[in-house]
């Protein structure tokens, strides 16, 4: 409401009375020159007043366009602004100053629907977000309760089968029993990636070391992670919103960046808790940045659910730094 008043409260004249004016304007001109002037239009047209009439309709002609233009020139730009509105970009809006009356009404309304639509896909991905977490909890304990047990019940049947396992037969059945081992550690891991226990159990300081620590020791790579000990309180969509970024993030650093060195910090900064996942590979390019195949649609998602801002770039020193800023 305060932006309506302002934007009316700097409108003078509207857009439709404007272009009445300019015209009104020019025709008025055209009769003073016509009236005031020695010029005369005899009854058969000579050729020089053939070539003052031209000369003058088009004088008229381009004044009109020149100052139409300044007028409709507040449209163009809001068409502008409004093609560059990304819908993930959480609570960005489009800003005219003075704007006609008509132009006022139309960024407003933009702006409007704009929040409307937030809020809307807001709430339904919140939903759909709570839905589908609720199914990855539910396959992941099926998973480590019941094919997990199964499992490790099968690897204890092989273990007391291999006492009795004839000698020339052993080392085949080791095999049979350290592939079942490996299936077992294979559900349980698949098992924490779809909802980690540390992340209910502990919270997500405790979550997010363990998830740095998981990925060192499953990809070789050097992880140094930074997680303040003194953090404040989020609501649970926010926390796993953080945990699936840096998840997704060290995810697309072991398929595509070929690193040496990957950096995750959390930190509390001005009322707002930010995560950096930053590394030493190949970068990310700007194809890479605005088009599907690395998961930063889903990310850009999850940070808009959340009520943050995410942004992935090329670092000058070379790698990839995302960064996502939740409000605390």
Do not use: C
Request: net charge neutral; no cysteine.
């Amino acid at each position: 409401m305060v932006a309506r008043r302002r934007a009316r409260h700097a409108v003078v004249v509207s857009l439709f009375w404007r272009v009445v004016a300019i015209n009104a304007g020019g025709l008025v001109v055209a009769a003073l020159v016509l009236a005031l002037s020695p010029a005369t239009v005899s009854p058969t047209l000579t050729v020089t007043e053939g070539v003052v009439l031209a000369v003058g309709t088009l004088a008229l002609i381009g004044v009109n366009v020149v100052l139409l233009r300044r007028v409709f020139d507040p449209l163009e730009r809001l068409a502008a602004l409004m093609r560059r509105i990304d819908p993930l970009e959480h609570g960005r809006r489009i800003e005219l100053e003075r704007p006609v009356a008509e132009v006022a009404d139309v960024y407003l309304a933009f702006n409007a629907m704009l929040d409307r639509l937030e809020q809307e896909r807001r709430m339904s991905g919140r939903r759909a977000l709570m839905a589908q977490e609720a199914e990855r909890r539910r396959i992941a304990r099926e998973l480590h309760d019941d094919v997990g047990q199964t499992l490790t019940g099968v690897v204890l049947q092989l273990e007391g089968l291999h006492r009795a396992t004839p000698r020339e037969l052993a080392e085949q059945f080791a095999l049979v029993q350290e592939s079942a081992r490996e299936g077992v550690e294979k559900v349980r891991e698949i098992a924490r990636g779809l909802r980690p226990q540390a992340l209910d159990e502990f919270g997500l300081r405790s979550a997010l070391t363990a998830l740095a620590t998981g990925f060192s020791d499953r990809t070789g790579l050097r992880v140094r992670h930074s997680v303040e000990r003194e953090m404040p309180s989020l609501a649970p969509e926010r926390d796993l919103a953080i945990y699936r970024v840096a998840q997704e993030s060290l995810t697309n650093v072991a398929r595509h960046a070929n690193p040496q060195t990957v950096e995750l910090e959390l930190a509390h900064v001005d009322g707002s808790v930010i995560l950096e996942v930053r590394d030493d590979g190949r970068g990310i390019s700007q194809a890479e940045v605005s088009g599907p195949g690395t998961g930063l649609a889903g990310m850009r998602e999850r940070a808009m659910l959340a009520g943050g801002r995410l942004s992935v770039q090329r670092r000058p020193e070379g790698g990839t730094e995302v960064r996502l800023e939740v409000p605390a």
